[in-house]
């Protein structure tokens, strides 16, 4: 086998470091700088990007709390407010009920004093009327006038009975 | 027909002695240089744009730029970093050279056995100055592991000793061996098929399979050079 003919050793050695040595000086001097800092560069741009995000996404939070704040301290004022006007009207209705019902008590005694002052009257203009009556009967069969004292009496009488 | 190691075989292009010893630029020698300029091509070229989002070419190269990095990371440690652009070479050089011998009519210089030995030889030395500059002589240490009872010593010792010299003899007879054996397959193989005639179909079929997967072999014994080179490194760095 040519590998182990030991007359092309010394050629073989001598390009090997050759060409080896200039590639290791090309790699280190070259391409890896070049290749790292494209990789760098995608590494800190991505990086970046991710802080900015970051950095969005906590505006955005303290934003959302502000608001969320805000919306829960309106809320407040409005159930507050809410509650205070419900309260006022239960009280100016409770106020207004009491004031008509004791307008109205005041209103059916004064209708229930009338009704009795009518009722007295009413019965006693009946007891006149009947001893009208009772006397013109009276004057008409006997032809003469009953004596005052007894016809009242007698209307008294027969009112009584009924 | 050519014999099946023909295809190892060095043909000297140019010519040259310096001082008795022959250093001629040989179909080896091309292939290495066309193997640098291709590597070089590839990875500047790819990356030329700098674009954010890569295109084919600069994700390929980034690709094997990170490829290597988390080998160095995950093997070595941070440490691993400054000898990061000598793994790199490394890697793409076995690669490419595994790769560019796939191609028919090409020259593999990683079949050859004496290349082979001498990148697994400069990382075997470079292994062993890293670990005697970092822990001095605590690298004897490396040869008894910690909490081994010291009777122990006497075995222990020469069988470490011995795994460790025969390190860059098998990191070399492996690259070696694995793409000398494959081409020769690929090339008795192909003797079939012309040699059959018509039923030389059944064997082109089976090539058509071996190349396949000599192609996943080319890759892989690079990446086995490399993660071989990363251990060693690791113990050098940390011992055991």
């Given at each position: 086998m040519p590998q182990f003919d030991p007359t092309f050793f010394s050629p073989q050695l001598f390009w090997l470091a050759v060409t080896f040595i200039g590639l290791y000086v090309l790699m280190a001097r070259v391409s890896i700088p070049r290749i790292g800092a494209v990789l760098e560069e995608r590494q800190r741009r991505i990086d970046e990007n991710l802080s900015k995000a970051a950095a969005l996404k906590a505006d955005t939070d303290a934003a959302i709390e502000v608001y969320e704040r805000a919306l829960a301290e309106s809320r407040g004022k409005a159930q507050a407010m809410i509650k205070e006007t419900v309260d006022r009207m239960a009280h100016e209705a409770e106020n207004r009920q009491r004031e008509v019902g004791a307008r109205l008590a005041e209103q059916i005694k004064a209708g229930e004093a009338r009704i009795e002052a009518a009722k007295a009257q009413a019965l006693a203009s009946v007891r006149e009327v009947a001893a009208d009556v009772a006397r013109a009967t009276v004057e008409r069969i006997t032809g003469q006038t009953p004596d005052e004292a007894r016809l009242a009496e007698a209307v008294a009488t027969a009112m009584e009975k009924r | 027909m050519a014999s099946p190691v023909e295809q190892f075989k060095i043909k000297p292009i140019i010519p040259i002695e310096i001082g008795g010893i022959d250093i001629s630029f040989t179909n080896s020698a091309l292939f290495m240089v066309v193997s640098v300029a291709l590597i070089t091509v590839f990875l500047t070229h790819g990356v030329r744009?700098?674009?954010?989002?890569?295109g084919r070419w600069q994700s390929m190269a980034e690709l094997s730029y990170e490829f290597v990095a988390n080998m160095i990371r995950d093997?070595?440690?941070?440490?691993?970093r400054r000898y990061f652009p000598f793994i790199f070479a490394l890697f793409m050089f076995v690669l490419f050279g595994n790769l560019i011998g796939m191609i028919p009519m090409t020259f593999t210089y990683t079949s050859h056995i004496i290349v082979t030995f001498a990148l697994a030889f400069v990382v075997f030395l470079g292994v062993t100055v890293i670990g005697f500059a970092r822990?001095?002589?605590?690298?004897?240490r490396f040869f008894f592991p910690h909490?081994?009872?010291?009777?122990?010593a006497p075995i222990l010792i020469p069988i470490e000793l011995i795994s460790y010299l025969s390190r860059p003899f098998s990191l070399a007879v492996r690259l070696f061996a694995n793409m000398t054996v494959g081409h020769i397959i690929l090339k008795v193989i192909a003797g079939f098929v012309v040699a059959m005639g018509v039923a030389g179909v059944v064997p082109l079929a089976f090539l058509a399979g071996v190349t396949v997967l000599e192609f996943g072999i080319a890759v892989l014994q690079a990446y086995v050079f490399t993660i071989l080179s990363c251990i060693y490194l690791h113990d050098a760095i940390h011992m055991h």
């Open positions: - | 744009s700098r674009a954010m989002v890569p093997n070595v440690g941070a440490e691993g822990h001095g002589l605590h690298f004897f909490g081994a009872p010291i009777l122990t």
